[in-house]
């Protein structure tokens, strides 16, 4: 294959990382956007995204398709709840203190991390992907359910973006990032506002799990990957900040994608560690991130 | 003459540290009373306690039948209370409509509401769809009170709403002040000037170490200097 298309190939595997990456890392800077809480276990919450996406597909019979929209539905929902029983009894107790919270979510990385071993197994299932059409290049044959992941992925990110700045939702969580004591005086149930959004950004893993399974294996130590990556993303894009976070799992994602097929994909890492590190340096609040009042 | 709002025995801890002790406060309808002190008095934190932000280790505060120390935070402006923090606290990042929206969401207002109190700060409308935090501290100040407004409050609390503002804007503040009296709304003014209050207060409270030492009528307090001079006034 020659350069071109060899770079088209390379730069279409990016954008699915990309599309996938934008919508974990979007999680975790939502949580820390507005709860100021560093979610360790986010990653997990990815992983049980996987895992109860193999299990909800196992149980369906019939197209593949009807197996993998219950996942994509029932998923999401089963571990928001979990983020949700996770922040009542740990997260509050804390009172959402920031240190307190790191040590806390690192307990629950590995709770969750050995309940899945425990009870899913060591081995990687992969779930079938609801549908199989190859859309054909010139030069290669391409996924279409891989184009399709980045398309659903642009949407969510799309529909995100208006719950926060076109809605009532999203004024709250807004006033409740900016100025927490102000926001209770005008009424708005801060507690209630924290839980919602610790729920809604595991469920935002969750969906970006259930995506990658037909593509990769779900397995019970698939969480730490991404959690690294988001974390990088978050950084480089700035903490909090929407349009930063799609930026940089862009930028992240394109170039994990073409540097892996040109050369190796440790040197693609190594670049993203670079990265930060010469944001942290010169832009510590990240590239679209505004510097603490 | 009723009250509006009733507080007795009222303590508060930071931490330890106990803040107010055994606070008593009566305000009365339609009234504007004025809590006068040094700095670390315990005002600002009396103005907290009614919100609920500060909770109370003891002692009620009673707006109408309720006891708002029984409420949680939020549902305290939901009863009738509405906060100009000091420093006067915007949602920075947000519009100026933005900011009265979140006023109006409190009680669930509507567009009524909202022209009323544009009425009250014409300035304001020309601004709707600016960042709140590039205004001047003036208009901030306006914007602080109007997002107040928004939820037609029995009870307005101010904490120091003329700080760091230049006289032309004190002076509109006031008159404000003296507006929403005639409306009806009974107000709490956190000042620390006394010259700052005389026009606008009925009353005067001299808040000393968390208790209130005294009330006194603003008539009485400009008749005799030596009341000022006790509880605010410098060596």
Same mark, same amino acid.
């Given at each position: 294959?020659?350069f071109?298309?060899?770079?088209?190939l390379?730069?279409l595997e990016?954008?699915?990382?990309?599309?996938?990456?934008?919508?974990?890392?979007?999680?975790l800077s939502?949580?820390?956007?507005?709860?100021?809480v560093?979610n360790?276990?986010?990653g997990?919450?990815f992983?049980?995204?996987?895992?109860?996406? #193999? #299990?909800?597909?196992?149980?369906?019979t019939g197209?593949?398709?009807?197996?993998?929209l219950?996942?994509l539905?029932v998923s999401?929902?089963?571990?928001?709840?979990i983020a949700?029983?996770a922040e009542?009894?740990?997260?509050?107790?804390l009172d !959402?203190?920031?240190?307190?919270?790191?040590?806390?979510t690192i307990?629950?990385?590995?709770?969750?991390?050995q309940?899945?071993?425990?009870?899913?197994?060591p081995?990687?299932?992969?779930v079938?992907?609801?549908f199989? !059409?190859?859309?054909?290049?010139? #030069?290669f044959?391409?996924?279409g359910?891989?184009?399709?992941v980045?398309?659903?992925?642009a949407?969510?990110?799309l529909?995100?973006w208006?719950?926060?700045?076109?809605?009532?939702?999203?004024?709250v969580?807004?006033?409740?990032?900016?100025?927490?004591?102000?926001?209770?005086a005008f009424?708005?149930?801060?507690?209630?506002? !924290?839980?919602g959004?610790?729920a809604?950004?595991?469920?935002?893993?969750?969906?970006a799990?259930?995506?990658?399974? =037909?593509?990769?294996?779900?397995?019970y130590?698939m969480?730490?990957?991404p959690?690294?990556?988001?974390?990088?993303?978050?950084i480089?894009?700035?903490?909090? &900040?929407?349009?930063?976070?799609?930026v940089?799992?862009v930028?992240?994602?394109l170039?994990d994608?073409?540097i892996?097929?040109?050369? &190796? =994909?440790?040197?693609?890492k190594?670049?993203a560690?670079m990265i930060?590190?010469?944001v942290l340096?010169?832009?510590?609040?990240?590239?679209?991130g505004t510097a603490?009042r | 003459?009723t009250?509006?709002?009733?507080?007795s025995?009222l303590?508060?801890f930071?931490?330890?540290?106990q803040?107010?002790?055994?606070?008593?406060?009566?305000?009365?309808?339609?009234?504007?009373?004025?809590?006068l002190?040094?700095n670390?008095?315990?005002k600002?934190t009396t103005?907290?306690?009614i919100?609920?932000?500060v909770?109370?280790r003891?002692?009620s505060?009673?707006l109408?039948?309720?006891?708002l120390?029984?409420?949680?935070?939020?549902?305290?402006?939901?009863?009738?209370? /509405?906060?100009v923090?000091?420093?006067?606290?915007?949602?920075?990042?947000?519009?100026?409509?933005?900011?009265?929206?979140?006023?109006?969401?409190t009680r669930?207002?509507?567009?009524?509401t909202?022209e009323?109190?544009l /009425?009250?700060?014409?300035?304001?409308?020309?601004?709707?769809?600016?960042?709140?935090?590039?205004?001047?501290?003036?208009?901030?100040?306006?914007l /602080?009170?109007?997002?107040?407004l928004?939820?037609?409050?029995?009870v307005?609390?101010?904490?120091e709403?003329?700080e760091?503002?230049?006289?032309?804007?004190?002076?509109?503040?006031r008159?404000?002040?003296?507006?929403?009296?005639?409306r009806?709304?009974?107000?709490?003014?956190?000042?620390?000037?006394?010259?700052?209050v005389?026009?606008v /207060?009925?009353?005067?409270?001299?808040?000393?170490n968390?208790?209130n030492?005294?009330?006194?009528g603003?008539?009485?307090l400009?008749?005799?200097p030596?009341?000022?001079?006790?509880?605010?006034?410098?060596g």
């Amino acid at each position: 294959m020659s350069f071109g298309p060899h770079l088209l190939l390379a730069t279409l595997e990016g954008l699915v990382t990309s599309a996938v990456l934008a919508l974990t890392a979007l999680g975790l800077s939502l949580v820390f956007g507005v709860m100021r809480v560093v979610n360790v276990a986010h990653g997990e919450f990815f992983m049980l995204g996987a895992v109860l996406a #193999w #299990w909800i597909a196992s149980l369906a019979t019939g197209h593949p398709a009807i197996g993998f929209l219950l996942a994509l539905v029932v998923s999401p929902l089963i571990v928001g709840a979990i983020a949700l029983v996770a922040e009542r009894l740990v997260l509050r107790r804390l009172d !959402y203190n920031p240190e307190a919270t790191i040590v806390a979510t690192i307990g629950m990385l590995y709770i969750i991390q050995q309940l899945a071993l425990t009870f899913y197994g060591p081995e990687a299932r992969p779930v079938e992907a609801p549908f199989s !059409y190859r859309i054909l290049f010139p #030069w290669f044959g391409y996924s279409g359910y891989k184009l399709s992941v980045i398309a659903f992925s642009a949407i969510l990110l799309l529909a995100t973006w208006f719950v926060l700045t076109r809605t009532r939702i999203g004024l709250v969580m807004r006033a409740t990032q900016y100025d927490r004591e102000t926001a209770q005086a005008f009424g708005i149930p801060v507690g209630r506002v !924290y839980a919602g959004v610790f729920a809604m950004g595991a469920m935002l893993a969750a969906i970006a799990a259930v995506l990658i399974v =037909p593509i990769q294996q779900a397995h019970y130590l698939m969480g730490l990957d991404p959690l690294l990556l988001s974390f990088i993303v978050v950084i480089i894009g700035g903490l909090g &900040s929407l349009r930063g976070t799609v930026v940089a799992a862009v930028l992240i994602g394109l170039s994990d994608g073409i540097i892996s097929v040109f050369f &190796s =994909p440790t040197l693609a890492k190594i670049i993203a560690t670079m990265i930060v590190a010469m944001v942290l340096v010169f832009r510590p609040q990240g590239l679209f991130g505004t510097a603490a009042r | 003459m009723t009250s509006a709002l009733t507080i007795s025995g009222l303590d508060c801890f930071y931490g330890e540290v106990q803040v107010l002790h055994g606070l008593d406060l009566d305000l009365r309808k339609g009234e504007v009373l004025c809590l006068l002190g040094r700095n670390g008095a315990g005002k600002t934190t009396t103005l907290k306690a009614i919100m609920g932000l500060v909770p109370a280790r003891s002692g009620s505060i009673v707006l109408g039948d309720r006891d708002l120390t029984k409420l949680a935070a939020h549902d305290v402006p939901k009863a009738g209370i /509405a906060y100009v923090p000091q420093g006067r606290r915007l949602f920075a990042e947000m519009t100026v409509a933005e900011n009265i929206e979140i006023g109006l969401m409190t009680r669930n207002k509507g567009s009524q509401t909202r022209e009323s109190v544009l /009425a009250l700060f014409p300035l304001l409308r020309d601004r709707l769809r600016q960042r709140s935090g590039t205004l001047s501290g003036g208009e901030q100040q306006m914007l /602080a009170m109007a997002r107040a407004l928004c939820l037609e409050p029995e009870v307005l609390l101010l904490d120091e709403p003329t700080e760091g503002l230049m006289p032309s804007m004190i002076a509109k503040i006031r008159e404000t002040v003296a507006k929403l009296r005639e409306r009806g709304v009974s107000t709490i003014l956190v000042e620390q000037r006394v010259d700052a209050v005389l026009s606008v /207060a009925d009353r005067v409270s001299f808040i000393e170490n968390g208790r209130n030492r005294e009330t006194v009528g603003v008539e009485t307090l400009r008749g005799d200097p030596a009341f000022v001079q006790r509880y605010v006034g410098v060596g």
